[in-house]
């Protein structure tokens, strides 16, 4: 090659349309179709997110800086990364995109606060654990697209207490308002939680200076999470929305799904009942999830 020839072609390699050219070539030796799919769409849209905004050096620093201050404030207790994923509407998206099956109950986002190997309970159990917050009944029903009962389910459900928290946003590891059941054979699960409340997202990491930097409101409205899991059925993670909550329409996190806004109905105290919590004015929510066959 001619010392022409080389400094045409090192201008071509500095060129910003010939970087994402090289860059989604250098993929080709990859073994995984998928990988090598996901790696040079990713590629792509990066380099146009850079080009289109013009990114400068102190804006790609602060970028690096936000994702390193992400990392530092996860743990097994918190993950800064589904919130921020959460924020930017991935999660609502990533559900969306992954077609709900049949007329199988609506997924929506899992949320930052799932946490795996909470305590086990049976039917009628209360899983507040003292946690502050109006009782509240919870009467579910799994059944398969058909309507038939499916048993031995295995329900996740985790909330937050009435003042907004959920249990592992306290320091210490005391577990509450979360846990875990299988269903009976005509499906049912029941157990006593507290009323779900409209709660702030985290606002002492990076997700929380991103809403604050951009004015966004950081409220999700009120909500009990579910993970329905069973072998040979579609995972259902879930949440049920309390009804005319203020914030419906405008979550922080994108996740409202119609079809998942339930009545959690006042229930005046039966003085002749068995059930002492049922003495007391309390809420009640009677729920059918679908799963569907896969
Ligand atoms: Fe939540």
Redesign the pocket.
Known sequence: MSASGGLVANQNLSRADTITDRVISSFEGCDSDRLTEIMKSLTRHLHEFAKEVSLTTQEWMAGIDFLMATGKISSDKRNEFILLSDLLGLSSLQVAINERVGDATESTVL?P?FVEGAREFSNGEDISDGANGEPTFVSIKVVDTSGAAIGDVTVDV???DADGF?DVQYDGDKLFNRGRFKSDEQGRVSFWSILPVA?PVPSDGPGGALLKATKRSNM?PA?L?FALTKEGYSQVVT?LFVAGDPFLGNDAVFGERESLICEFTKVAGDIGSSDPRRRDEHYEIEHVFKMAQI
């Open positions: 949320g606060f985790w909330g937050s959920y709660y999700r909500h999470h949440h």
